[in-house]
């Protein structure tokens, strides 16, 4: 089996939590606080690996103090970190994350050093036919455009999650073999306000398969020929969905890197990120591989999309 080759952000996360979120102007009084390791990619790499990919992480951090705490649950789950350059000149990326008693977060996030990511850490992935590069938005699309090129040159199979949303990436899209989106990102980037009519559009304009997660709902995959997949979620009490959504898409880049079935990936992905919302934080939630087994449902549905529901409260944010 190839890699997991991850290209994106590493952040330092600061997690307060709170009742409820604070609207516009308005200060609340948090119950408590956190630290730990975050950003998307780092997330996600972390996922792949508790999935059972060999994982590369590519990107940048800052020369400071925050640097060892992103990095080091990295190399606790023997992920190659070894392409992760340093920035003297620039912070560590800090996301600011809070976390209402119901699980819902709002996450402001300052790039720092994954800003500086470019041609450099384009050119340490090398990936290969048989590896899946991994990518997400929080590192500029100018290095995420150049290596998902560089990837599908090299027979790789190129994944990218949508996350966080921006239009400009259907600039990409061509290079793209699997595209993860949630419900909002699939409407912004296809224009449609029915995000599973947006992930079928998206699916057949570009050639490619396009996951819509839609939280507690579970997950749809459009094909390009219009076969659609879906796989529901088993209901759960969510506690904190941050990084439920980079669980779900570890585990798809996982299992699409071993060549499985895309029906059996999406339960995987499915299951993996249901359970990350029952748990706190988020590397800390991601499950392992051996944890699935009692969260697979027995529906197994095709041709079945769920209705384009709101995102419910389990997950909204994140999946
Ligand atoms: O998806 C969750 C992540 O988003 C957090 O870890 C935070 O760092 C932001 O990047």
Redesign the pocket.
Known sequence: MGQVIVLG?L?R?LVLHVDRLPGPGETLTATGSAEQS???GA?QAIAAARAGAAVRMIGALGADSSAAVVLDPLRREGIDVTAVRSVPELPTGL?V?SVAADGENS?V?LPGANGDVDAREVAAARPRRGDVLLCQL?VPLTAVAAAAAQARAAGALVVLNT?PADSAATAVLGDVDVLVANQHEARLLAGREDSLEAARLLAAEHNLVCVVTLGADGAVAFRPDGEILSRQAVSVSAIDT??A??TFVGYLATGLCEGRDLAEVLADAVAAGTIAVTRRG?LDAVPRRGELGGNHVDHHGTNTPATDSKDSHAHRT?Q
């Open positions: 952000s952040n996360d975050g950003g998307k997330n996301a994350v996450i996030v929080e996350a941050t990084g959504g980079d988020a994140q």
